[in-house]
Nanobody, 122 residues
Framework: QVQLVESGGGLVQAGESLRLSCAAS????????VGWYRRGPGKQRRELVA????????NYADSVKGRFTISRDNAKNTVYLQMNSLKPEDTAVYYC???????????????WGQGTQVTVSS
């Protein structure tokens, strides 16, 4: 069984910072790409915020480039999202997604965390 647990969300004022964490646990053999997604209030779809590969290559949505930084600690199976200069439009539930291989199983599978709320007041 695999579990992804996000933490670090909260209520902040515009211009402040937060760091989200996504910790993966369970019978994990390897983790490939990990991404952060978010769903804003009243929106039905999650949007991609940032991704990071096992080798450390990163990709960001245009709306967060220069403000957010994704990183990972492979030894801890944890991925972070450092969010600086937060804006009210960053308010959303942030989800972690991991593409990983479980011990004893072939192929990669997709897993999601339960989400953590980030609220930015103006």
């Amino acid at each position: 069984q695999v579990q992804l647990v996000e933490s670090g969300g909260g209520l902040v004022q515009a211009g402040e910072s937060l760091r989200l964490s996504c910790a993966a646990s369970g019978d994990i053999f390897s983790i490939n790409v990990v991404g952060w997604y978010r769903r804003g209030p009243g929106k039905q779809r999650r949007e991609l915020v940032a991704t990071i590969t096992s080798g450390g290559s990163t990709n960001y949505a245009d709306s967060v480039k220069g403000r957010f930084t994704i990183s990972r600690d492979n030894a801890k199976n944890t991925v972070y999202l450092q969010m600086n200069s937060l804006k009210p439009e960053d308010t959303a539930v942030y989800y972690c997604n991991a593409d990983l291989r479980r011990v004893g199983l072939r192929g990669l599978r997709d897993y999601w965390g339960q989400g953590t709320q980030v609220t930015v007041s103006s």
